[in-house]
């Protein structure tokens, strides 16, 4: 309790505050520069449905640890559609749920068989979810960098294969280094870490009452773990382009 009187008090006018705060996000977006408006306050009214439904569903599914393993499947599921067609809507997309898993399985395989993370569902879903989440980040911006940047340089791929390249080196040495800035906001995250953000589980340690030093060293392996996930979901997206395995395709918009 004396936790979460030190976090934003959930009141009346913190919902007029938010709601106030969706609108301007969704006026400054919808001018002319970006014309994304409709899209921002739509995501925010599903991110209040989604939390609700969640907050609901989620005390119920943490008592048993195959509700949790299904709930965390439904969240991969989500990710591997949005990261799909965040990447193309030509075939293929469904490939998405390769650099995702290959990704993060192993990591939740160690931490759950070296007995680092408790096979709980209050456990087990959070972690699942910030590493799943790290991938889809990292697999919908390196497919989608990577076949725009095939698009604009067709010219060059042929020119590749006219060379004598094999159609998957010929992909790759032109949209290698485009897909590989995917992992700079993972880079950047860890980089200040401490200096120009306090990362979420820093934070809800300590208001949970861990030491400092409990909570550091939770947080670095949170983010460690996530550059992993991510620079392997990248190199996996880059594979699966190389091969013609994601097709070029229009990403989807916004929203």
Avoid at 43 to 66: E, K, N, Y
Avoid at 214 to 229: R, S, T
Avoid at 240 to 246: A, I, S
Wanted: aromatic share 4%; net charge positive; glycine share 12%.
């Amino acid at each position: 309790m004396a936790a979460a009187n030190q976090l934003l008090p959930v009141t009346p006018a913190l919902g007029a505050v938010t709601a106030a705060l969706l609108l301007a996000a969704a006026a400054v977006a919808g001018r002319g520069l970006l014309g994304h408006g409709r899209d921002v306050l739509r995501a925010g009214l599903r991110a209040v449905l989604q939390l609700a439904a969640v907050a609901f569903v989620i005390t119920w599914v943490v008592g048993s640890l195959w509700t949790s393993a299904l709930f965390v499947l439904v969240m991969f599921t989500v990710a591997v559609r949005t990261a799909g067609r965040r990447m193309t809507t030509g075939p293929g997309w469904y490939w998405a749920a390769a650099p995702i898993a290959i990704g993060v399985l192993p990591v939740l395989a160690l931490l759950l068989a070296g007995g680092l993370l408790p096979p709980k569902g209050l456990s087990v879903i959070p972690v699942a979810g910030i590493l799943i989440g790290g991938a889809l980040t990292a697999t919908s911006l390196a497919g989608r960098r990577a076949l725009d940047e095939l698009r604009q340089r067709h010219g060059e791929v042929d020119a590749a294969l006219a060379l004598g390249f094999e159609d998957r080196d010929a992909r790759l040495e032109i949209c290698r280094t485009a897909a590989a800035t995917s992992l700079v906001p993972a880079l950047d995250q860890t980089r200040t870490v401490g200096l120009v953000t306090l990362p979420g589980a820093f934070v809800g340690m300590l208001l949970g009452g861990a030491t400092p030093v409990q909570a550091g060293a939770v947080q670095l392996f949170v983010l460690i773990a996530l550059l992993v996930v991510e620079a392997v979901a990248i190199v996996v997206v880059l594979e699966l382009v190389g091969r013609g395995l994601v097709a070029h395709g229009v990403g989807t918009p916004i929203g």
